[in-house]
């Protein structure tokens, strides 16, 4: 739904309609996460919309009413949301359905704990498996690195033409099953846009601890705190923790361009679409539908854990997904994320009358 053409008159002028935006995010930051500083932060917008929406499970969902800022090719801004007030259970025959093709292949591989998070993007609501449960991110992780970049144009607009020297470091030595197919080089400089584009489409490690030695910790653990995420543990890719329905926040939030401004969720979520991993979430997809997504790895002895999450662009009804996996065969941890999002896409194209933006 288009917030000029759709909602408000078109005399109303521009500066009421940035002013709207504003509040809405300061809104949904603090109530959906719900930080404590909402409730100072409720005092003064109270007056201008009621109550802030925030995602409803599939089984308690209802019609959010939202609306959305078009004219954007990867973001969506939500601009305000009106209370609930119709119930939809045509969501709740889908949530069933999905869940029982999905646990009866997770029945298929007894030896592989999985964890599903979905979420309806158009609308907001959402179901979950084991979407509790902790993993270990390992390359995930490189897309809050990449937030905490973009954030930092807000107050050094030349930052993404900075230069970072790639070095070793011998600190960070594990050892990628799946290969980057274009790294940087030790001892060349390179802009920070040209190593978040290494990190994020080639899960570069180098490039990314360049860019984490580049920017003070605070600076990256600030985009956990702002969204009011747990803070991953400092061990960079080592023994971090997180669960499929926390990690999805980050892509939920470039989605709604509440955190990041248009222009740098955009720029995020583009980015994203040019990861080369095609052995997840996108392996069973149409070749043609576009996926915004990360994956990330790790390997120990006996155990070998494998993720993808991102935003499935699906015309007319985008969905977020993020399957992660832990089991003792790498191979079969990817077929089940693959085939986990075949059964989701699948299962949304069916349902496509009842996902379609307005």
């Not at 999905?102 to 999985?114: E, G, L, M, S, Y």
């Not at 992780?141 to 900075?162: F, R």
């Not at 099953?177 to 080639?202: C, D, F, M, N, W």
Request: hydrophobic residues 35%; contains cysteine.
């Amino acid at each position: 739904m288009n917030f000029l053409s759709d909602t408000i008159k078109p005399a109303v002028n521009k500066s009421y309609l940035r002013a709207k935006t504003l509040v809405f995010r300061l809104r949904s930051r603090f109530c959906y996460f719900n930080r404590p500083a909402f409730y100072l932060a409720a005092a003064v917008i109270i007056f201008l919309s009621g109550y802030c929406c925030g995602g409803k499970k599939i089984a308690d969902s209802y019609d959010t009413g939202q609306i959305r800022e078009g004219g954007y090719e990867y973001i969506n801004p939500l601009l305000e949301c009106d209370v609930a007030k119709e119930s939809i259970p045509k969501y709740i025959s889908f949530e069933e359905e999905t869940k029982k093709q999905i646990n009866k292949i997770k029945n298929d591989h007894p030896n592989v704990t999985i964890a599903v998070y979905f979420r309806n993007l158009n609308n907001g609501p959402w179901f979950g498996i084991n979407e509790n449960e902790n993993f270990i991110p390992a390359s995930l992780l490189k897309v809050p690195v990449m937030m905490a970049y973009l954030k930092q144009t807000e107050t050094d607009p030349l930052i993404l033409e900075k230069r970072l020297t790639v070095i070793k470091d011998d600190n960070f030595n594990y050892k990628q099953r799946v290969v980057p197919t274009s790294q940087v080089e030790i001892g060349k400089s390179y802009p920070v846009a040209e190593l978040l584009h290494y990190s994020i489409a080639y899960s570069d490690n180098l490039a990314t601890i360049t860019l984490i030695n580049g920017l003070p910790s605070e600076k990256i653990n600030k985009v956990y705190s702002d969204l009011g995420l747990p803070l991953p543990t400092a061990s960079y890719e080592t023994d971090a923790v997180i669960s499929t329905k926390n990690y999805a926040s980050f892509f939920r939030i470039l989605y709604n361009a509440s955190y990041l401004n248009e222009q740098m969720s955009e720029y995020a979520l583009k980015l994203l679409t040019e990861v080369d991993f095609r052995n997840g979430i996108v392996a069973k997809i149409p070749p043609d539908i576009k996926v915004a997504h990360k994956f990330g790895e790790r390997n120990f002895e006996n155990l070998t854990q494998i993720h993808d999450c991102g935003i499935v662009y699906a015309p007319h009804y985008p969905y977020l997904i993020c399957v992660m996996t832990r089991g003792s065969n790498m191979d079969e941890n990817e077929e089940l994320i693959a085939e986990t999002s075949r059964i989701v896409f699948n299962k949304v194209f069916e349902n496509r009358e009842n996902f379609k933006r307005e």
